[in-house]
């Protein structure tokens, strides 16, 4: 007689077999993620089966543009400006070897907004501050050098630069307030100015319930750009507001009552 062994589970009927592990959902098998294609939009190879197209990539409007060697620093360098920085109680300024009012407006200024983007010390006071002095003691000179001034400009803006941008609309608002008649001398510029302006002008910094101290600080670079541009409206001159509108169709008057 044979006994069976306690514990020993009985025999399986023939043909009964373990149920097959499946794969969770929204997973591929191995075989499939080797099979998958990846392609560029508007291919041929984008069309066949198991392709995975590409996303495009990304334009880079708001992306910062690297910084190339200015015209200011080199002649900087050579100690081809009659200035020299001068220390008091109030901080860094602006020793001027020569009268402002005599200098040659011609070549000084359009060398001076080139330096707008520097970002090192002593270039960047230098070129900003003797900006500021230059408008100041200007008048009538100014005007008849606003051509030169686009470029420098234009350069400055397109570096796409938070700390760049804010300095250079506070020079702008102060080379429209400088003499009589510079507003409407940039209106024909606006199509090299206002391109840039456009992709930030709702840049402005969202808190919450913080404090933005850039504000008070004068540095919120959306609320720079519209008091630029109703600067602009109003010592432009009649044509102003079209032309602004047309490069920047979200601006309204700031003149209508």
Same mark, same amino acid.
């Given at each position: 007689?044979?006994? %069976?062994?306690?514990?020993?589970?009985?025999?399986?009927?023939?043909? *009964?077999?373990?149920?097959?592990?499946?794969?969770?959902?929204?997973?591929?098998?191995?075989?499939?993620?080797?099979?998958?294609?990846?392609?560029?939009?508007?291919?041929?190879?984008?069309?066949?089966?198991?392709?995975?197209?590409?996303?495009?990539?990304?334009?880079?409007?708001?992306? *910062?543009?690297?910084?190339?060697?200015?015209?200011?620093?080199?002649?900087?360098?050579?100690?081809?400006?009659?200035?020299?920085?001068?220390?008091?109680?109030?901080?860094?300024?602006?020793?001027?070897?020569?009268?402002?009012?005599?200098?040659?407006?011609?070549?000084?200024?359009?060398?001076?907004?080139?330096?707008?983007?520097?970002?090192?010390?002593?270039?960047?006071?230098?070129?900003?501050?003797?900006?500021?002095?230059?408008?100041?003691?200007? !008048?009538?000179?100014?005007?008849?050098?606003?051509?030169?001034?686009?470029?420098?400009?234009?350069?400055?803006?397109?570096?796409?630069?938070?700390?760049?941008?804010?300095?250079?609309?506070?020079?702008?608002?102060?080379?429209?307030?400088?003499?009589?008649?510079?507003? %409407?001398?940039?209106?024909?510029?606006?199509?090299?100015?206002?391109?840039?302006?456009?992709?930030?002008?709702?840049?402005?910094?969202?808190? !919450?319930?913080?404090?933005?101290?850039?504000?008070?600080?004068?540095?919120?670079?959306?609320?720079?750009?519209?008091?630029?541009? *109703?600067?602009? *409206?109003?010592?432009?001159?009649?044509?102003?507001?079209?032309?602004?509108?047309?490069?920047?169709?979200?601006? %309204?008057?700031?003149?209508?009552?």
């Amino acid at each position: 007689m044979v006994v %069976e062994k306690g514990g020993s589970s009985p025999p399986k009927p023939g043909g *009964e077999r373990s149920p097959p592990q499946q794969e969770p959902p929204g997973r591929l098998k191995k075989s499939e993620q080797q099979q998958q294609l990846l392609s560029d939009g508007f291919t041929v190879k984008a069309m066949m089966k198991n392709a995975v197209v590409r996303g495009p990539p990304l334009a880079g409007a708001f992306k *910062e543009r690297p910084t190339q060697p200015t015209a200011f620093r080199k002649f900087y360098d050579r100690g081809d400006f009659p200035i020299a920085l001068d220390h008091d109680t109030r901080g860094n300024k602006i020793a001027w070897k020569v009268e402002i009012e005599k200098l040659d407006y011609h070549r000084y200024l359009p060398l001076f907004f080139d330096g707008l983007c520097e970002l090192t010390f002593p270039y960047e006071f230098f070129a900003r501050q003797g900006i500021h002095d230059m408008l100041e003691h200007g !008048g009538n000179k100014i005007p008849p050098v606003i051509p030169q001034l686009i470029i420098p400009i234009k350069n400055a803006l397109s570096l796409r630069k938070r700390q760049v941008m804010c300095i250079t609309l506070k020079v702008l608002q102060h080379l429209v307030m400088s003499a009589d008649m510079v507003g %409407e001398a940039l209106v024909p510029y606006y199509r090299q100015i206002l391109p840039v302006l456009n992709i930030f002008k709702n840049s402005n910094v969202n808190t !919450g319930d913080g404090i933005d101290y850039s504000q008070q600080k004068r540095q919120n670079l959306g609320d720079l750009i519209q008091e630029t541009l *109703e600067l602009f *409206e109003r010592r432009g001159g009649e044509n102003a507001y079209i032309n602004i509108k047309y490069m920047i169709p979200t601006y %309204e008057s700031c003149l209508i009552n």
